[in-house]
């Protein structure tokens, strides 16, 4: 409650200041100084709302206090679908994606909208991080499991662009994302909300990290 409490305190001004920077840029000034200062104030007034959010979002998450709309969903077309969404993304980076779909639906049960949430964390991550020009491994499968029932495993697994220097546990703790990124945009809470997620979903996530090969591996049981 208090960071959902402090968080929504902190919007308020965060909307004005953004709002202001807007105003400000459609002065029209010519003073490079001027623009390069804007253009500085508009990044990092974004930075903090993504943070905002992410706190936010992560707080409730690993409290479980979300309400979940569970439903049967195809695992593979919203994959498909993530995957268009990133496409483009991943082509600026000369990033080549190597899909592996079963051919017939691969039907779990999980709330959609945060089960999206989850992969876009997972890409967005691979996005980021991942060496340009080089491969990244999308696959999905459905497996047998104990008793007879029946899993759906997926996995994303990519070469990190700099050097892994935290064990794959440290990678889903909060605010964690490796002293070589510590600049970069972002909270270091994207992998921590979509393991709480996927635990809260019924579903296990679980993070690999080998030399510079980085996986992400996602279960569900299959419907």
Do not use: C
Request: aromatic letters at 8%.
């Amino acid at each position: 409650e208090l960071i959902t409490n402090v968080s929504h305190d902190l919007k308020t001004p965060l909307t004005s200041i953004i709002s202001y920077i807007d105003l400000l840029k459609r002065e029209n000034f010519t003073d490079p100084k001027v623009l390069e200062y804007l253009d500085i104030l508009e990044a990092k007034a974004a930075r903090l709302k993504v943070l905002t959010e992410d706190v936010v979002e992560a707080s409730k998450a690993s409290t479980g206090n979300l309400t979940l709309n569970m439903n049967n969903l195809d695992f593979v077309e919203m994959l498909h679908q993530v995957i268009g969404e990133f496409e483009e993304r991943f082509e600026e980076h000369h990033l080549t994606m190597m899909v592996h779909f079963p051919d017939e639906p691969s039907v779990i049960y999980a709330d959609g909208q945060r089960l999206w949430r989850v992969l876009e964390n997972i890409f967005n991550n691979a996005a980021k991080y991942a060496m340009p020009g080089t491969r990244i491994y999308v696959d999905l499968k459905v497996k047998e499991a104990e008793e007879g029932k029946k899993t759906v495993l997926f996995s994303m697994k990519n070469m990190s662009e700099n050097p892994l220097n935290i064990n794959a546990d440290e990678l889903t703790e909060r605010f964690i994302r490796g002293d070589i990124s510590r600049s970069t945009e972002g909270s270091g809470l994207g992998l921590s909300i979509a393991k709480n997620l996927t635990e809260m979903q019924g579903g296990t996530f679980t993070v690999y990290v080998d030399g510079d090969l980085f996986k992400v591996m996602i279960e569900f049981p299959a419907r």
